[in-house]
């Protein structure tokens, strides 16, 4: 067969392969590898891993970290600041992470009722080593606790506690028995919060009932406290009066108090300048007394001594502020 119109010369290179320009690319490649393969950055959000022929090695913390190269030691770094979270029953289809079973979120009541609950549990990694190493399915485990820990606090309520006055009774302590049991099974885990989303009744007449109910509990917890925001509006307001009534009368009755003591130490003082000289305190006190009296009508009335034997003097009648005479009996002293 005819090679013609093929160019059988061989290729030409611009360099020349030798075996030690082989040996060098060999060792250059080995270098950068080896570079590659012995830094890694550790996020500030996160922790990392490294192991050592697989077997645990350290914790490194945030920043550009060492290792050794060629994979003789492996990082896995890990989200420990970041609040992660799962959800069960109908939100978990948002939830990727999520692998259960959502019929397994209906639940039997203390008093043999049924619902369907739906919740959302946030958590922190706070043990990366446990994490990592301690559990083979770590979502499987935290499903199974959390829809144990769940089941447990509902089925000793009853359906209304559970749809009403419950609900973060059951997520506090939902959150607390499953720490505690994350902890015992060294899963590296701390929950935060545990949010129940949605609690109903069996679909049907029962569902519209328990909705009329709940709707009606909450026409009750408001007004409830609508009652408690008059009662702490009026009731302050009402001791305020009454605070002041109080403070009025105590005013008066001490200043009655005093006048009475005034009254008391004036007679007394009188008393005793009568026992030294009684003839002329007499005089004083009826000189005082028809001072009193006719202190006001000082200008409108004269006074005649009834044993007056002369002539009545003439009043000068012309003035604009005469007035009649008036007789007054002298006190016989």
């Known amino acids: 067969m005819s090679n013609f119109g093929r160019n059988s010369d061989p290729v030409r290179l611009p360099f020349k392969i030798t075996p030690r320009l082989i040996v060098v690319v060999i060792v250059v490649a080995i270098i950068l590898i080896a570079a590659v393969s012995s830094f890694f950055v550790v996020d500030a959000t996160e922790e990392a891993v490294v192991t050592t022929l697989g077997k645990y090695s350290r914790v490194e913390t945030a920043g550009l970290r060492m290792k050794m190269p060629f994979g003789i030691e492996q990082n896995y770094n890990v989200q420990t600041q970041r609040v992660q979270s799962k959800s069960f029953g109908g939100l978990a289809n948002e ?3 999520y692998s259960g079973d959502p019929s397994a979120n209906v639940m039997l009541t203390g008093d043999l009722n049924i619902v369907e609950v739906e919740w959302t549990i946030l958590y922190r990694i706070t043990d ?3 994490w990592l190493f301690a559990v083979d399915d770590r979502q499987k485990t935290i499903e199974d606790i959390s829809r144990s820990v769940v089941s447990e606090l509902v089925g000793d309520r009853t359906i209304s506690e559970v749809i009403g006055a419950a609900r ?3 997520q506090d302590q ?3 028995l499953m720490n505690g049991l994350f902890d015992k099974y060294n899963l590296g885990i701390t929950v935060t919060q545990v949010q129940l989303q949605n609690v109903n009744p069996p679909v049907g007449t029962v569902q519209a009932a328990f909705q009329d109910v709940n709707k009606a509990t909450q026409d009750m917890e408001r007004s409830v406290n609508e009652g408690k925001e008059r009662y702490n509006t009026e009731i302050p307001k009402a001791r305020g009066a009454a605070q002041q009534v109080v403070q009025q009368a105590e005013g008066y009755a001490a200043e009655r108090v005093n006048e009475a003591q005034g009254d008391v130490a004036r007679f007394n003082s009188v008393l005793q300048q009568y026992r ?6 007499r005089i004083r006190l009826y000189n005082e007394m028809i001072e009193d009296v006719f202190g006001d009508a000082a200008d409108k009335s ?3 001594d009834k ?3 002369n002539a009545i003097p003439l009043l000068n009648l012309n003035k604009s ?3 009649q005479p008036s007789a007054t009996a002298g006190a016989n002293q």
């Not at 030294?276 to 305190?281: E, F, H, Q």
């Open 95 to 97: 939830d990727s992470g």
């Open 168 to 170: 973060s009774n059951i």
């Open 321 to 323: 502020n005469a007035v």
């Open 307 to 309: 044993s007056l034997k």
């Open 128 to 130: 990366v080593k446990k």
């Open 276 to 281: 030294v000289d009684p003839k002329n305190t």
């Open 174 to 176: 939902a959150a607390a």
């Open 302 to 304: 004269v006074l005649l």
